[in-house]
């Protein structure tokens, strides 16, 4: 069964704008991942942050984190057009032995 | 560095038909793991294999069985396709106790009528 749960399915800004995805899941984790897919692309690693982690920044990507609502959010900020993709999260449940559980997916469009 | 490969990337098999994917990966990682995608479903856990020597069921194993030839090489076969298995196939690698990010190959497409 899908772990992750992601809203919105699907997200459309305009370039300059803040992107902003949520990511909620059902067990304990180690830690959380995001990746990005382009269309007809394999998955790109992100970001991730531990369960013992609040927040973390990579360049425009800020992750948040809340294991007491077993909640995450991923804020693109200043989206370019690139940024177009679907971006997924992926739990690493505690015990799991590096095992990922993937989320549904947001599909982002950003227009010129 | 190609990073993790996958052959081939498109392929077309009738019911009843049997394939083999090749999956190999030269970043020397110690885990290999099989991915299905399909619309709406996110990627789901097929089969993965945490060292050289030992596989695991994943979430969806039924219809599927794989092999760890060596460190760089992981295949999935198909031994009896259905259009069930119609889905687009990734394999990714990462370290079994060093950071846990998953490095995906391209996929392979693939079609049972």
């Known amino acids: 069964s899908q772990q992750g749960e992601e809203d919105p399915q699907a997200l459309s800004i305009q370039e300059g704008e803040n992107a902003t995805m949520n990511c909620s899941y059902k067990?304990?984790?180690?830690?959380l991942q995001w990746y990005r897919q382009n269309s007809g692309r394999g998955l790109v690693h992100l970001i991730l942050?531990?369960?013992?982690?609040r927040e973390k920044h990579s360049g425009r990507l800020r992750v948040t984190l809340d294991t007491s609502k077993k909640s995450s959010s991923l804020l693109i900020t200043a989206s370019r057009a690139a940024d177009t993709a679907s971006y997924f999260c992926?739990?690493?449940?505690?015990?799991?032995?590096?095992?990922?559980?993937f989320g549904t997916g947001t599909q982002l469009k950003v227009e010129l | 560095n190609a990073g993790v490969t996958q052959t081939p990337k498109f392929q077309v098999l009738k019911t009843g038909q049997s394939m083999t994917l090749q999956c190999a990966q030269d970043?020397?990682?110690?885990?290999m793991y099989w991915y299905r995608q399909d619309p709406g479903m996110g990627l789901r856990l097929i089969y993965y294999?945490?060292?050289?020597?030992?596989?695991d069921k994943g979430e969806v194993p039924n219809g599927y069985n794989v092999s760890r030839l060596n460190k760089r090489e992981f295949s999935l076969r198909l031994e009896s396709a259905a259009p069930s298995q119609t889905s687009v196939y990734f394999c990714?690698?990462?370290?079994?106790?060093?950071?846990?990010?998953?490095?995906f190959g391209p996929g392979t497409r693939l079609t049972v009528t």
């Open positions: 990714a690698s990462s370290e079994y106790l060093g950071p846990p990010e998953q490095y």
């Open positions: 067990t304990s984790i180690n830690n």
């Open positions: 942050i531990r369960s013992n982690e």
């Open positions: 992926a739990t690493d449940e505690s015990g799991g032995g590096n095992k990922l559980t």
């Open positions: 970043m020397n990682h110690n885990s």
């Open positions: 294999s945490a060292s050289e020597g030992t596989t």
